[in-house]
């Protein structure tokens, strides 16, 4: 059974960084573009960030864009989310998520791992 | 960007009751739009994809309809197991999802 697990999440001050994890297991890793989503409290979904199967393709919302950075290591089946920066608007509980390797909808997601921004 | 607005975003249903939740695009996106169910502390699960595939092990009395800019998802006889937070996302340019709808007990 394919299972993501993110890890990292915790308190940071407005202006500081983190990195949260998202370990992969049950499905071949290197094969799948991956993502990571966001939802902030009493918010909606918002996607923050995709990565292609090799790791040089990326994307990002423009809410991040410059500050966040996603990376992977197959090697590991993991996923990265290093964030910069942060804000109190970055308050939220991350979610890694894959994308079906045809039609891209998010097929398998994780539980989240929750950032607070605050001081 | 295309937007999505879903409604209602709160439900009130008794066990047994067919309930329906709209998702609402801002422009076309073709039949690429999934349904989402989501309970408290759990990773969302995927429901339908391509508007109307039901993915395996979904119960039947779920079901999803439309294309373009119009989309319904119907739980039909409701279940206890079936209060939980829904959302739409469409994946036909990058990604956006609705706001969710909450289905809760009446």
């Known amino acids: 059974e394919a299972q993501l697990e993110e890890s990292g999440g915790g308190l940071v001050q407005p202006g500081g960084s983190l990195r949260i994890s998202c370990a992969a297991s049950g499905f071949p890793f290197s094969s799948y573009e991956m993502s990571w989503v966001r939802q902030a409290p009493g918010k909606g979904l918002e996607f923050i960030s995709y990565i292609g199967s090799g790791g040089s393709n990326t994307k990002y919302a423009d809410s991040v864009q410059g500050r966040f950075t996603i990376s992977r290591d197959n090697t590991d089946n993991s996923l990265f989310l290093q964030m910069n920066s942060l804000r109190a608007e970055d308050t939220a509980r991350y979610h890694c998520?894959?994308?079906?390797?045809?039609?891209?909808?998010?097929?398998?997601w994780g539980k989240g791992t929750t950032v607070t921004v605050s001081s | 960007d295309i937007q999505m607005t879903q409604f209602p975003s709160t439900l009130s249903a008794s066990i047994g009751d067919r309930v329906t939740i709209t998702c609402r695009a801002s422009q076309s996106i073709s039949s690429w739009l999934a349904w989402y169910q989501q309970k408290p502390g759990k990773a969302p699960k995927l429901l339908i994809s391509?508007?109307?595939s039901l993915e395996s092990g979904v119960p039947s009395r779920f079901s999803g309809s439309g294309s373009g800019t119009e989309f319904t998802l119907t739980i039909n006889s409701l279940q206890p197991d079936d209060f939980a937070i829904y959302f739409c996302q469409q994946y036909n340019s990058h990604w956006t999802f609705g706001q969710g709808t909450k289905v809760e007990v009446k």
């Open positions: 391509k508007a109307s």
């Open positions: 998520a894959r994308l079906h390797p045809i039609f891209a909808y998010m097929d398998v």
